[in-house]
């Protein structure tokens, strides 16, 4: 009987946090995968996470088809590869009658992306804050009064693209303003004073060196503060665009388009999701 599990898109690093923080938003993939009796040739991103699970969870590895349904946009830094992972190690695990908690899927979904911002909000949703070195989680519900708006471009970034212009060492007073910038963002999403988010999302570690890959990140960043957004960034390595708004998102996003229109982008205004990956057919096969 086949598993589908709904994961959804994330947005990461909210400029300054570069890594670890991150997003669920209310925008989908849909992962469904059926056991059958002989081998089926899979795509190598499904098959690489199947084998880790299989690797980790003791589970004798068994044949499945894979499908994927949704409306998560593809290379552009709104986490389509984790909803494609975490939906089949998910998926797996039901089948398998849960051998692994979430926190050992998140840390296999980390392995695959090399990095655990989006795996965590994908996987717990809300908004989340992770240590990678100590593999610890924390996450807070977000309201639906604050809106991102997503601005998505009709191009590409891969992530391995975007983490190559970025260097190995930073001076110092770059980091201490992402510290304090990082900071006073954790703040307003646990506290839920998100007009602290206001002037917060300034990044000097990563965004500088991938604004070439998306030229047109400064200036719509500045229309979407000037129609009212509290700020914005580049969405993990891009090329999406995301700010947050408590006002009109319609009019941050027309903003966005107007000064950008080279881009030819499109706008998803959304909320975030709370629930984080979930099963949609819960029937466990005997």
């Given amino acids: 009987m086949p598993v589908s599990v709904q994961v959804p898109a994330t947005t990461s690093n909210f400029g300054p946090g570069f890594d670890c923080l991150g997003t669920a938003l209310q925008l989908w993939n849909r992962v469904t995968i059926d056991r059958v009796e002989e ?43 984790v909803t494609v992972r975490a939906g089949v190690i998910i998926a797996l695990n039901h089948y398998a009658h849960q051998p692994l908690a979430s926190g050992q899927i998140c840390n296999l979904c980390t392995e695959l992306e090399g990095h655990p911002d989006n795996a965590a909000a ?54 201490v303003q992402n510290l304090a910038n990082v900071s006073r ?6 506290s839920k004073r998100y ?54 998102g319609e009019k941050v996003a027309a903003a966005m388009q107007k000064c950008a229109a080279e881009a030819n982008a499109k706008v998803l205004i959304v909320s975030a999701d709370n629930a984080g990956a979930k099963i949609l057919s819960p029937q466990v096969p005997e």
């Avoid at 081998?39 to 980790?56: D, Q, Y």
């Avoid at 963002?185 to 646990?190: G, K, S």
């Fill in 122 to 175: 994908a996987i717990f949703g809300g908004f989340t804050i992770v240590n990678g070195a100590s593999n610890r989680v924390d996450r807070f519900d977000i309201d639906p009064e604050i809106k991102f708006v997503l601005f998505v471009p009709d191009f590409e970034v891969k992530t391995s693209d975007a983490r190559k212009v970025i260097p190995a060492t930073y001076p110092r007073e770059a980091v």
């Fill in 39 to 81: 081998e089926v040739l899979l795509p190598e991103i499904v098959a690489e996470a199947a084998e880790l699970f299989f690797r980790h969870s003791g589970v004798s590895p068994f044949p499945f088809r894979f499908a994927i349904t949704g409306e998560v946009p593809r290379a552009r830094g709104l986490g389509s590869s």
């Fill in 185 to 190: 963002i954790a703040a307003a999403f646990a």
């Fill in 195 to 248: 007009d602290l988010l206001q002037n917060a999302f300034a990044d000097r570690l990563h965004q500088p060196y991938r604004e070439p890959l998306v030229p047109f990140l400064p200036k719509v960043l500045d229309a979407a503060a000037k129609s009212g957004a509290l700020g914005g960034f580049l969405s993990g390595s891009g090329s999406t665009i995301a700010c947050l708004t408590l006002t009109d």
